[in-house]
């Protein structure tokens, strides 16, 4: 078993950072600037792109984020005869993390208005994270099965591996949901003077996706590492 590296602690500490800070800004920009505005119905890229000093801070934050994403590989690289033969498969998903993350960064340059390819884009993110986190329960699956051979009990990598499938079974449901298809689709309002305006609705499926698709990429590479730390 690999003694904790502090490799591993500061890229939890920093992953976990970066998105309370992404968080924080995005709610507190959010309610500053419309009251209709929300996760719900707010793409990522809108509060980037809002016009005062606290949103600046946030794209910086998005970018140390993907950069973060390909961490795992300053330690897997130079020490692969430490990781039990499994340092192909953390290579590999390591790299899948790390492209996960350069699209959620690129779905900001992306306007909605461009809905083709605003849509493929977040598709590929998505695809992505699904994959990531998919192999990510694989590994804690093989670290558990490793550590059980040598007698050592490990129900961490267990109970790691059961949080990571979760996450990439969500991710499927979220890519698979069939509302995605009609998203850009806006709702007629009524006005008290008789004319119909169009808004978007309380939930706007896609901005609302790629939330959630982003939280659950953050929290399954942090179980990533997690299962690197049982190792």
């Known amino acids: 078993m690999i003694k904790v590296d502090l490799v591993w602690i500061f890229l939890v500490i920093a992953l976990i950072i970066c998105a309370l800070v992404c968080i924080v800004i995005a709610t507190i920009t959010m309610k500053k600037n419309d009251s209709n505005e929300s996760f719900l119905r707010t793409f990522p890229y809108e509060v980037a792109d809002k016009k005062n000093s606290l949103a600046k801070i946030y794209r910086p934050f998005l970018y140390v984020y993907a950069g973060l994403c390909f961490g795992p590989l300053f330690d897997i690289v130079p020490n692969t005869n430490h990781f039990n033969g499994m340092q192909t498969l953390g290579i590999t998903i390591a790299c899948v993390f790390g492209l996960a993350g350069l699209m959620n960064a690129a779905i900001h340059l992306f306007e909605a208005k461009f809905t083709k390819v605003h849509t493929i884009a977040a598709t590929i993110s998505f695809m992505l994270s699904f994959l990531a986190s998919g192999l990510t329960c694989l590994f804690a699956i093989l670290v558990y099965k490793s550590?059980?051979?040598?007698?050592?009990?490990?129900?961490?990598?267990?109970?790691?591996?059961?949080?990571?499938?979760?996450?990439?079974?969500?991710?499927?449901?979220?890519?698979?949901?069939?509302?995605?298809?009609?998203?850009?689709?806006?709702?007629?309002?009524?006005?008290?003077?008789?004319?119909?305006?169009?808004?978007?609705?309380?939930?706007?499926?896609?901005?609302f996706s790629e939330w959630l698709v982003m939280g659950a990429g953050i929290i399954a590479e942090i179980v990533f590492y997690l299962s690197f730390i049982k190792l």
């Open 147 to 207: 550590n059980s051979i040598l007698g050592e009990s490990n129900i961490a990598s267990l109970i790691l591996a059961i949080i990571a499938g979760l996450i990439a079974i969500a991710i499927l449901i979220i890519t698979l949901n069939p509302k995605l298809k009609d998203w850009p689709r806006l709702e007629g309002v009524k006005q008290e003077d008789g004319t119909i305006t169009y808004a978007r609705p309380k939930i706007f499926w896609l901005a």
